[in-house]
């Protein structure tokens, strides 16, 4: 019996074949449509992670009470907890309308309200600085982000990164905090893994790299070097 003989025009057709017969949900399919209309949209804007958390941070329960935010008022305690007053009532008369807004202005980390509440019981002042070095996971998700810059390792205590449906091209693992456990990078345009795999945190035990540009030889490529762990944890922690 012949052997069947590997090319690349082989991997090619498998590739498309396999492509063909995939089964989309409906929210992939959208995505999978749009994709090129996406990156065109996306490629007129240069926003890096550091511009990216403070926009959407000030969406944020915690926009009105971050120092950098308000700097034009005396922070102090007093002022924070009649503020938490004030939005504690004004959530209690929110609207099914308004809940929603609210929600979604609010994915940036888990139980938002919740880790206010216990920063102004620990801060006089909500220190911006403070706030970063404090958090253990941040979701940013579908927005501009295209640079991953060094105001990252700011975050000296960062475990999860979520930065699904942005604009990453290239990701550098020097500028990723240290005790980074998950990384999530699902839908973006990634089409190589060389500068993050260089310095990558050596705790870091999931790497989603699903729905980018990346083809096999560079992943195998990376495994040869023992640069890229065999296998990580599909299953985020809880932050």
């Known amino acids: 019996m012949n052997q069947l003989s590997y090319s690349k025009q082989f991997e090619k057709d498998f590739r498309r074949a396999k492509f063909e017969q995939m089964k989309w949900s409906n929210e992939e399919e959208v995505i ?36 950098t935010f308000n700097w ?19 959530m209690k008369h929110f609207t099914s309308k308004e809940k929603e807004k609210f929600e979604k202005n609010n994915m940036l980390f888990d139980d938002s309200l919740d880790l ?27 927005f501009y982000v295209k640079r991953i810059d060094y105001g990252l390792k700011s975050f000296v205590n960062l475990q ?53 540009r990346l083809n096999d030889g560079a992943t195998r490529e990376r495994r040869k070097q023992n640069q890229l762990p065999a296998g990580f944890e599909p299953a985020p922690p809880k932050f």
């Open 32 to 67: 999978r449509i749009n994709r090129n209309r996406r990156e065109d949209w996306y490629s007129k804007y240069e926003l890096n992670f550091s511009e990216g958390f403070d926009m959407t941070l000030r969406k944020t329960v915690f926009g009105e009470y971050v120092d």
């Open 72 to 90: 034009q008022q005396e922070q102090d305690s007093y002022l924070n907890e009649n503020k938490l007053l004030i939005t504690n009532y004004q």
């Open 116 to 142: 206010l509440i216990d920063t102004i019981n620990k801060r006089e002042i909500v220190e911006d600085g403070w706030l970063k070095r404090s958090l253990e996971g941040v979701r940013l998700l579908n």
């Open 160 to 212: 999860v990164l979520i930065l699904v449906g942005n604009n990453i091209r290239d990701i550098e693992g020097c500028n990723l905090p240290r005790c980074l456990v998950f990384l999530e990078l699902y839908n973006n345009f990634i089409q190589s893994i060389q500068n993050l795999v260089k310095k990558v945190p050596k705790s870091l035990l999931h790497l989603g790299l699903g729905r980018n």
